[in-house]
């Protein structure tokens, strides 16, 4: 169980903070529902707290998986499939799953395809949207802001480009 304060991910939506923990009344059903800010578009998103943990709710990684996101991204992308129609559907899947580092690794690849002007319109909005994820996260486990972060990843981007 969260409490308010906890910083969590919530999978294809990125990180963010639970606000409150409230009573609601849905479709004549009362339930408590966390009541999570996210980072991205200062949305703020309802979810019912009997089912955070099968949505895939959970708390932001520590700082050593911050460090290995960074190798992730710094590093030498991970082979995928030639054939865009498996790869997108692959790291869809990746993506939906909320890991951390599969979300690096997938940024990590599709920056390098899309430097080479090798991605389908769909994989360039995938990479924009598993860029944002990403950098949600990182933002709230570095404690700092999203566009500083942003920068950040960038530039770790962009130093290893070949």
Known sequence: MFH??????????GAGTIESIEDKEVFGDVSKYYIIKMILGQIKLMVPIDKAESIGVRRIESK???????KILSGASKTMDK????????NE????????????????????????????TGEKKMLE??????????????????????QEVNKILNICEF
């Open 4 to 13: 308010v304060g906890d910083k969590v991910v919530y999978p294809m939506h």
């Open 64 to 70: 050593d998986t911050y460090d290995k996101v960074v």
């Open 129 to 150: 949207h598993s860029k944002e994820m990403l950098i949600s996260e990182m933002a709230l486990i570095q404690n700092i802001d999203y566009e500083e972060m942003e």
């Open 83 to 90: 054939k865009w129609s498996i790869r997108f559907r692959e």
């Open 93 to 120: 899947a990746k993506l939906k799953k909320g890991d951390i580092s599969e979300i690096a690794e997938i940024v990590n690849y599709l920056h390098r395809m899309n430097s080479k002007g090798k991605l389908s």
